[in-house]
């Protein structure tokens, strides 16, 4: 059974361009999260998409956006780059069934921005 | 709001041995996971061990268990016979329930965990 995958593994951007980041969750799980990692701040969520809907978003900026593709697969969008977007992006799947929760991550994006 | 505390920025263990990781959170709901995460120096965030709270029991996987105290709402994940490749970073981490949805995790500031030959 394939993992989570994350695309691309790493990025430098220049200030003010944008960038698009890809999560492909494992196959049956509907529910994709996205989240920053920083040394400074530690691991914060961005948002969470079920079934193409967000069900969930954290406390970032509007320039921060996603969405979720039929078959799952999520992207999320970073407009208009600042330095302090440098992070990594993890991206989780997860899935609630009788055996209980699961929530997988997949390798991460590096961004940079210079 | 639900929060995940990690009050041990960093601890070490000789190989072989054991070692406590602890995590506090707090929620107001009564059904809920509780999950122990480790992040090597690859990035790659690895589920260790799972906790449902309505189960007693404290979880087990092989040499990873949990002390889980739901009244003091404290999480801790033990480590036995402690091996070179655990050393990693170790996020306690709590899945906000929305709806049938656990995909908002709250995680912990991190405990980096030093293994020591």
């Known amino acids: 059974k394939a993992g989570v995958t994350q695309t691309p593994r790493y990025l430098i951007k220049t200030r003010g361009q944008q960038v698009t980041l890809s999560c492909s969750p494992i196959?049956?799980?509907?529910?994709v999260s996205w989240y920053q990692q920083t040394p400074g701040q530690g691991l914060q969520f961005l948002f969470e998409?079920?079934?193409?809907?967000?069900?969930n978003k954290g406390n970032f900026p509007g320039r921060f956006s996603g969405r979720q593709f039929s078959n799952s697969r999520s992207e999320m969008n970073v407009s208009t780059l600042e330095l302090g977007d440098s992070a990594l992006y993890l991206c989780?799947?997860?899935?609630?069934?009788?055996?209980?929760?699961?929530?997988?991550f997949g390798q991460g994006t590096r961004l940079t921005v210079v | 709001a639900q929060t995940v505390t990690q009050s041990q920025p960093e601890m070490s263990v000789q190989e072989a041995e054991t070692v406590t990781l602890s995590c506090t959170y707090d929620t107001s709901e009564s059904d809920y996971y509780l999950f122990w995460y480790k992040q090597p120096p690859s990035r790659q965030m690895i589920l260790v061990i799972r906790?449902?709270?309505?189960?007693?029991q404290n979880a087990t996987e092989n040499r990873f268990s949990v002390n889980f105290q739901k009244a003091a709402k404290s999480f801790s994940l033990k480590i036995s016979d402690s091996q070179l490749g655990d050393a990693a970073m170790y996020f306690c981490a709590y899945p906000n329930a929305g709806g049938t949805s656990y995909g908002k995790l709250t995680f912990g500031q991190g405990t980096i965990l030093t293994v020591h030959p």
């Open positions: 906790q449902e709270a309505y189960k007693q």
């Open positions: 998409y079920f079934s193409e809907t967000q069900r």
């Open positions: 196959s049956g799980h509907r529910s």
């Open positions: 989780a799947s997860s899935i609630s069934t009788l055996r209980g929760v699961e929530a997988f």
